[in-house]
T-cell receptor, first 113, second 109 residues
Framework: EAEVAQSPRYKITEKSQAVAFWCDPI?????LYWYRQILGQGPELLVQ????????DSQLPKDRFSAERLKGVDSTLKIQPAELGDSAMYLC???????????FGPGTRLTVT | GQNIDQPTEMTATEGAIVQINCTYQ??????LFWYQQHAGEAPTFLSY??LDGLEEKGRFSSFLSRSKGYSYLLLKELQMKDSASYLC??????????WGAGTKLIIKP
């Protein structure tokens, strides 16, 4: 069964350092989402891509976060510099055109010390 | 503002039935989702309701009343593996998902 791949699964970094997360969606899924989920809360959308174009990045803290999906397939989310409050689970999800069901990857748990 | 409310935590007994409620106030409505999330894992899709009524899928059923801004997830014949958080999410007029904080369900033997 096809799955969304994410790496790394766990990342510990010191504040002010740069960190990057990678996501490979299910093949053929044009829409890709990056979410942040703080423990005990629901996911918060950071950025949504349709192919290589950004559809929504209104909640992305653009002073420190960036996201790209250059060829419309895999995607990278970067934080620079990381802050203590960035400690969270970063989830990637994808969906087929015309479908509202989102398939999630296993996530990257980030700890900023 | 947009708001999704669901209980923080519920406890139920193995073999029993539990109902997890969700109320919502959103700008527009294009469907309501329920996801299951085990601790430390990613959410997995359970159900999608866009019309009023009950959708049954095995041990799980989901109900929607759009006029009341209300949904529930019904879990029957509870098993220990059902211990997880259950997330309610509404798709708004911009087709964005608005997520609740989740209900942590604890199953006791």
């Amino acid at each position: 069964e096809a799955e969304v791949a994410q790496s790394p699964r766990y990342k510990i970094t010191e504040k002010s350092q740069a960190v990057a997360f990678w996501c490979d969606p299910i093949s053929g899924h044009a829409t890709l989402y990056w979410y942040r989920q703080i423990l005990g809360q629901g996911p918060e959308l950071l950025v949504q891509f349709q192919d290589e174009s950004v559809v929504d990045d209104s909640q992305l803290p653009k002073d420190r976060f960036s996201a790209e999906r250059l060829k419309g397939v895999d995607s990278t989310l970067k934080i620079q510099p990381a802050e203590l409050g960035d400690s969270a689970m970063y989830l990637c999800a994808s969906s087929l055109d015309g479908s509202y069901e989102q398939y999630f990857g296993p996530g990257t748990r980030l700890t900023v010390t | 503002g947009q708001n999704i409310d669901q209980p923080t935590e519920m406890t139920a007994t193995e073999g029993a039935i539990v109902q997890i409620n969700c109320t919502y106030q959103t700008s527009g409505f294009n469907g309501l989702f329920w996801y299951q999330q085990h601790a430390g894992e990613a959410p997995t899709f359970l159900s999608y309701n866009v019309l009023d009524g009950l959708e049954e899928k095995g041990r799980f059923s989901s109900f929607l009343s759009r006029s009341k801004g209300y949904s529930y997830l019904l879990l029957k014949e509870l098993q220990m593996k059902d211990s997880a958080s259950y997330l309610c999410a509404v798709m708004d007029s911009n087709y964005q998902l608005i997520w609740g904080a989740g209900t942590k369900l604890i199953i006791k033997p």
